[in-house]
Structure formats: C-alpha cells, structure tokens
C-alpha cells in the first residue's frame, strides 16, 4: 500500500482544483463538476494526486492537515505570483514567522515556506503537516501505512516539527506530524484529509485489522456504497484505504 491522493473538500471544485494545479504545476487527471483531480510527480512511478471532492458549503472544521509551499530564496516571488493567482494573505495568528501564510481561492490556509535544508528534492509541494495528539505514535503508525521512513529533520529548530517522514526515494514533500494545539473536535470533519492506496497482495480486512491495533479505528458513515472503506489514525484523523488497482468494487 502506498500514499496516492490528498483529499481536499472544495465548493467549487474546478476553480480551486484550477488554482491548486497552476500552484503546483500538476497535470489534471479529472474534470468534473463535482470533482478534480490533478496530478504532482515525484520521480518514476511515485506521484501524489490532489483530489478535489464538492461539499455544499466551505468547511468549518478547524485545519488538522494543510499544505506548505517551498518558497526558497524565491520565497517573496513565489508568494506574489500565488497572489497573482487568487491567493490572499491571512493573519491567523502567526506572529513574526519566517513563512508567509496565504489563503487559497476559497480562504483556506496554507504557507509558503522559508530556505530549508529539509526541503531539498520536495519539489513545489515542499511539507504536508499533520496535527497529533502524539506525534512519535503516530509517526510510527503512519511509517507502516505508507512505508515511508524517518526524514533527517533537527526536531529542536523552531519550525520543524517532533517527527517527519518522506517517501524512501527522498523526493516529494515531508509528512511533519505537529503537536496539536487542541484535540480533534467531536464529529469534527478534516478538511483535508489523505487516501491510502491497496495494491494487490493487501488484504483490506487484514489491514482494518492493524489499523485497530495500532490505535486507529475504521467509520462507517452515512454516504451509501463506496469502493473505499473510511478510518481515523490514533489522533482521528480520517483517511480513505482505497481499493487495489485490480479489485472489484
């Protein structure tokens, strides 16, 4: 199994989905009214889809994952051209920050990040940081879904987060898992969220199964038949197993 999608709710999936891809200089893959889908190479067969799902409104929940640019040395440039592409700047009490934090086409936040070191070969998708409750139990759980491993990140610099993963090739963006400022709300939705993708010799139950052991636990909402089975990580964040490639649905 393996890391494929970030799924983001979108209101106008389209134009967000739009403003995402000239971000990222992502290829679409799927042009929906209720759906976009766009694809970020890594290298070889390693990719991220961002998929964009319609809700009816704009998300209340308060943002557990978000996206983080790699500005560089081109930081200032990078943030105006974001601009120039709808973004606009928020104050969401960051304080004197060396990141900027823009709001995309639909107010959600995301940052443009200062010259790492830790940023080398993430491409424009430089981190996706996640809120935890307990960020070396869930780094660990999320090493065994994804099969990344531990990043050469110094926890002890302002900015970098307790624990980090990236993808064994050391290209495409860090999965930085942030102490959270407040426990995941009760019937809280994550915004944003990410889908594991089940290849052929996974067993779906088998892995239900571990999730549960290692403090995750499987939903099961109210939207009727779907090919993909919906959990939470030991933090209740949601993310999607999705079917292998060659599965039935």
């Known amino acids: 199994m393996f890391l494929e999608n970030l799924g983001?709710?979108?209101?106008?999936?389209?134009?967000?989905?739009?403003?995402?891809?000239?971000?990222?200089?992502?290829?679409?893959?799927?042009?929906?009214?209720?759906?976009y889908e766009t694809?970020?190479?890594?290298?070889?067969?390693?990719?991220?889809?961002?998929?964009?799902?319609?809700?009816?409104e704009p998300p209340a929940s308060p943002l557990r994952l978000h996206l983080d640019l790699r500005g560089g040395d081109r930081q200032l440039d990078v943030a105006d051209q974001l601009r120039e592409l709808g973004a606009r700047d928020l104050d969401i009490g960051q304080g004197e920050?060396?990141?900027?934090?823009?709001?995309?086409?639909?107010?959600?936040?995301?940052?443009?990040?200062?010259?790492?070191?830790?940023?080398?070969?993430?491409?424009?998708?430089?981190?996706?940081?996640?809120?935890s409750a307990d960020p070396q139990r869930d780094a660990d759980f999320w090493a065994w879904l994804t099969g990344w491993a531990d990043a050469d990140a110094d926890a002890d610099v302002p900015g970098i987060a307790p624990r980090t993963l990236r993808h064994p090739s050391l290209r495409g963006p860090l999965l930085e898992f942030c102490a959270e400022p407040e426990p995941k709300q009760a019937g809280a939705k994550n915004p944003i969220h990410l889908d594991?993708?089940?290849?052929?010799?996974?067993?779906?139950?088998?892995?239900?199964?571990?999730v549960a052991e290692r403090g995750g636990r499987e939903l099961h909402p109210d939207w009727?038949?779907?090919?993909?089975?919906?959990?939470?990580?030991?933090?209740?964040?949601e993310f999607c197993l999705l079917p292998a490639p060659g599965a039935s649905a």
Do not use: H, K, M
Not at 10 to 35: K, S
Not at 39 to 56: K, S
Not at 224 to 237: A, T, Y
């Open 8 to 35: 983001i709710d979108a209101v106008d999936p389209i134009r967000l989905g739009r403003f995402w891809e000239a971000a990222l200089g992502t290829t679409a893959l799927t042009v929906e009214p209720d759906i």
């Open 39 to 56: 694809r970020l190479e890594i290298t070889g067969d390693a990719y991220l889809d961002l998929c964009f799902a319609q809700v009816p």
């Open 97 to 131: 920050v060396p990141w900027i934090v823009l709001g995309d086409v639909e107010g959600t936040a995301f940052c443009v990040r200062e010259e790492r070191a830790e940023f080398t070969g993430t491409g424009p998708l430089a981190a996706l940081p996640l809120d």
């Open 196 to 210: 594991i993708r089940l290849e052929d010799e996974d067993d779906a139950d088998e892995i239900a199964a571990q």
């Open 224 to 237: 009727g038949e779907l090919p993909w089975r919906v959990f939470q990580d030991p933090s209740r964040n």
